[in-house]
């Protein structure tokens, strides 16, 4: 890549990736996969280790320069920056988006997660060969693991600190990982609504800042946020690797894992749906047709989607 097109073409990939990682139920990984630089990003992530990265910073002595160009390049540095750029932009964009939603709809924006989530399980489920006792055990621990998760987490996982490392690191390595949202594993964290109020509230500090106001917004949103990049940061480099080995050494019991991981999750939008129902003492019988009307959606997104990657191979 050397033209400006390019560089824009690649941004705006970005864009697409980090509007799917921001949304439950969808994979950044698969609009990679979608449009073909899957293979690129994975091979650029597993390129960096503390030996290129001490060679880049190095760089900032003249002398070390021609060398620390030629780590950057090794790592294909200008690709994953501007990648990033368009994931962080929409990430961002999305977030604070679903934040206000959130806040407004949570049933139907929990509802058409739940359509999302629901459509993902569905069309992930026909890859998934459960054909031995070994694939079945690591379906069923999958399914457990997300179900009980998702519970526990929606009533009594706070959002301090460690939990928040742990959630970014989770979900950071998940969005790389084709089938696999990250933002999904966020709700079953019980983290994700209040990550992006997080991050709603750290974007309107920093114009604010920018403005000469909002320092009390960033002082409070700050560590959260720069916990969650350093949980994402040790994720990438621990977690995603684990489960690349685990696919090499055994695919078809890790999918058999993952894909049950996502029909477990399903519970996790219902409760949190009850949670606001409770708060709200709105009854489950007046708020199912909203909810549902907006799975349907959700899941018609999804089936649009996997039309377009069926060719596509996992």
């Given amino acids: 890549m050397t033209g400006l097109r390019d560089w824009v073409t690649l941004y705006l990939k970005g864009v697409a990736m980090g509007s799917a990682d921001a949304v439950p139920g969808v994979s950044g990984g698969t609009i990679a996969l979608i449009l073909g630089i899957y293979e690129r990003l994975i091979t650029a992530v597993t390129a960096i280790d503390p030996d290129r990265l001490k060679r880049v910073l190095a760089g900032a002595r003249p002398a070390n320069l021609p060398d620390a160009r030629t780590a950057f390049r090794e790592v294909d540095g200008a690709f994953l920056i501007v990648l990033l750029a368009g994931i962080g932009t929409a990430v961002v964009a999305v977030l604070s988006g679903v934040d206000f939603l959130l806040e407004t709809r949570p049933v139907a924006t929990y509802g058409f997660f ?75 964290l019980g983290q994700y609504e209040y990550m992006s109020g997080t991050v709603s509230r750290f974007v309107d500090g920093l114009a604010g800042f920018a403005l000469g106001n909002g320092t009390d917004a960033l002082a409070e949103t700050l560590p959260p946020v720069a916990t969650f990049l350093l949980g994402g940061v040790v994720g990438v480099f621990t977690i995603a690797h684990a489960v690349k080995y685990a ?31 409770a708060e709200s003492g709105e009854t489950w019988a007046a708020a199912a047709p909203r909810f549902a009307l907006a799975a349907l959606v959700g899941a018609g997104a999804v089936l649009v989607l996997d039309r377009y990657s069926a060719a596509i191979e996992y």
């Fill in 247 to 277: 696919l090499a050494r055994a695919r078809a019991a890790t999918l058999a894992f993952l894909v049950s991981l996502i029909v477990g999750a399903l519970r996790a939008p219902v409760a949190e749906v009850s949670l606001r129902l």
């Fill in 114 to 188: 739940f359509g999302l989530i629901a459509a993902s399980a569905a069309v992930l489920f026909g890859d998934v060969e459960l054909d031995t006792p070994r694939r079945k055990a690591a379906a069923a621990a999958g399914f457990l693991v997300a179900f009980l998760a998702s519970g526990y987490a929606s009533t009594a996982l706070a959002s301090s600190l460690p939990v928040v490392f742990v959630a970014g690191a989770v979900a950071v390595s998940a969005m790389i990982l084709p089938g696999v949202s990250g933002s999904l594993l966020l709700v079953v």
